[in-house]
């Protein structure tokens, strides 16, 4: 079955970089939407950036010129470059994966033309980012 695993997460100073990864399992779809989520402490998670499987990735504004999302070519290992960070990028950062159409009803993307005909089927566990001033 499909799996997803976080890694790369971790404390840092305002204005300081990170990689996150992901390493995706168990799956041999062709085409998919993968993605990062940004939940705050005592907040909603939030989508931060995806990409689709031609490699064409969208950013929330918050991450617009800071963050850079991409894929291996196997679609095996997702990454988030995050540079310049701040104090509010503090939180836990969750790795999904859409392979199939969204369920009716359910809560998809928000973001990117292509993803956003993909639901979210697969969530990995989280990883901490702590950003401090």
């Known amino acids: 079955h499909v799996q997803l695993v976080e890694s790369g997460g971790g404390s840092v100073q305002s204005g300081g970089s990170l990689r996150l990864s992901c390493t995706v399992s168990?799956?041999?779809?062709?085409?998919?939407?993968m993605g990062w989520f940004h939940q705050a402490p005592g907040k909603e998670r939030e989508v931060v950036a995806n990409?689709?499987?031609?490699?064409?990735?969208s950013y929330a504004d918050s991450a617009k010129g800071r963050f850079t999302i991409s894929h291996d070519a196997a679609g095996s290992t997702l990454y988030l470059q995050m540079d310049s960070l701040r104090p509010e990028d503090t939180g836990t950062y969750y790795c999904a994966a859409g392979f199939f159409q969204p369920e009716p009803g359910s809560k998809g993307w928000g973001l990117g033309y292509v993803c956003n005909y993909y639901g979210i089927n697969y969530w990995g566990k989280g990883t901490l980012v702590t950003i401090s001033s």
């Open positions: 990409i689709d499987h031609d490699g064409s990735a």
């Open positions: 168990g799956h041999s779809y062709n085409n998919y939407c």
